[in-house]
């Protein structure tokens, strides 16, 4: 079905200026958002109250950085964000990934007029979406295009899994200009000849809002198209950034799941006859899952601090090592939240038993969210990137996948 008219930003949005006010944000949303989470799962019910409670908070200006007035947080710090909304609901923590990569896109190849503009709007509370991918569109020819016409620019074309589109008062999209080059252009959600449409049924992430955007003859200006190709054709963060942010929604909704686990082990669960004890809570077998449960996340939330470091460093300075370094750090990160976080939510039915499959817990959201969300970009290549460096040298490729 088509998306409602956006709505214009909350007036009373919060400027971030510290860490400490950010992660403080994140834990207070959270808690917010966890109470909704499975009925909007369930139901398909997407979350226009809670993106505007997201907005307003100030969380989606907290990259903008210190000397155009937001609080330029860590890389590190950001990933723990995203890790804490994602514990409470994963559609949530998934809809502002675009928008961040969009703005590290704007720092890394923006002129300072362009930083100015829309680093401003994200203080704002506007929220950024994306329309960066196309089904099957490996011809530059069928790609959206930016055209120029009598002077005047145009962009045309199809776009899918457009996570967060929807929501977004402005779109980057990926286009080809006429010289072939890959340009972001980004685009107002209103402007005349754009269309979203909500045809986002995966089995997971289910209210991300990840469907269809058509652009047809949609007029831009030249101030907002970012140089997107020749980002990647020099040292830059964007690519490390983008995948930390993977990493943290695959960590948090694994940690949301092991944190739905525990009390229903206590609570509700029954020990396995043999095991001769009289709580499910004393269970050997299961205390010693739980323990390789929790060690795993553990792994995975000291990778990811870790990558946060890495990627830190090459945002401060940029060189092919500093990139490359970030790179692998968080290729690391990404295959140890995607196997943390699917092992937590599978195990939460093991130790649980066939009680925690009731509909109405919807506890199997978070399989079903960790799984697709996984599917994002495959982890066996993150392990490639790891072996073929370790082995050969050779550094891994720069584009927003690694």
């Excluded at 490359?324 to 140890?336: D, F, G, K, T």
């Excluded at 009680?355 to 506890?363: C, H, I, K, R």
């Amino acid at each position: 079905m088509n998306a409602p008219r956006i709505a214009p930003p909350p007036e009373d949005t919060r400027v971030i200026r510290t860490e400490t006010e950010a992660l403080d944000a994140a834990d207070r949303l959270a808690r917010d958002f966890a109470r909704g989470a499975a009925a909007r799962d369930r139901d398909r019910i997407l979350p226009w109250e809670e993106l505007e409670r997201f907005s307003a908070s100030g969380l989606w200006g907290i990259t903008v950085p210190r000397e155009q007035g937001g609080a330029g947080v860590s890389a590190g710090t950001l990933a723990r964000v995203i890790a804490r909304i994602a514990a409470a609901d994963g559609s949530l923590a998934q809809i502002p990934q675009n928008h961040f990569y969009a703005l590290e896109v704007l720092r890394s190849g923006g002129t300072a007029a362009q930083q100015a503009l829309f680093g401003g709007l994200a203080l704002k509370g506007l929220r950024f979406g994306n329309a960066l991918a196309e089904i099957g569109a490996r011809d530059f020819k069928r790609r959206t295009r930016l055209s120029r016409e009598a002077g005047r620019l145009f962009v045309d074309g199809q776009k899918f899994y457009c996570t967060g589109a929807i929501y977004a008062h402005w779109i980057p999209t990926l286009v080809v200009d006429d010289a072939g080059v890959q340009q972001m252009v980004f685009i107002p959600r209103g402007a005349p000849g754009v269309s979203v449409t909500d045809d986002w049924d995966g089995f997971g992430q289910r209210v991300t809002g990840s469907g269809s955007v058509r652009f047809e003859r949609v007029a831009v200006e030249p101030d907002w198209v970012i140089p997107f190709q020749a980002s990647f054709e020099r040292p830059t963060p964007i690519g490390p950034l983008a995948q930390i942010m993977h990493a943290a929604i695959d960590l948090g909704i694994g940690q949301g799941a092991f944190a739905e686990t525990l009390p229903f082990i206590r609570e509700r669960a029954r020990p396995w006859l043999d095991a001769g004890v009289a709580s499910a809570a004393e269970d050997p077998l299961t205390l010693e899952g739980l323990g390789g449960v929790a060690v795993k996340l553990r792994a995975a939330e000291a990778l990811l601090a870790r990558a946060g470091r890495a990627v830190d460093a090459a945002i401060a300075e940029a060189t092919e090592a500093s990139v490359a370094e970030a790179s692998l750090a968080v290729a690391a990160a990404r295959a140890a939240s995607t196997q943390a976080g699917l092992l937590a939510a599978s195990k939460l039915f093991e130790y649980t038993g066939t009680s925690a499959t009731q509909a109405e817990d919807n506890l199997d959201r978070h399989w079903r969210n960790v799984r697709v969300h996984t599917l994002h970009d495959p982890v066996r290549w993150k392990y490639h990137a790891i072996g073929n460096h370790v082995l050969n040298g050779i550094n891994p490729p720069r584009h927003g996948a690694i």
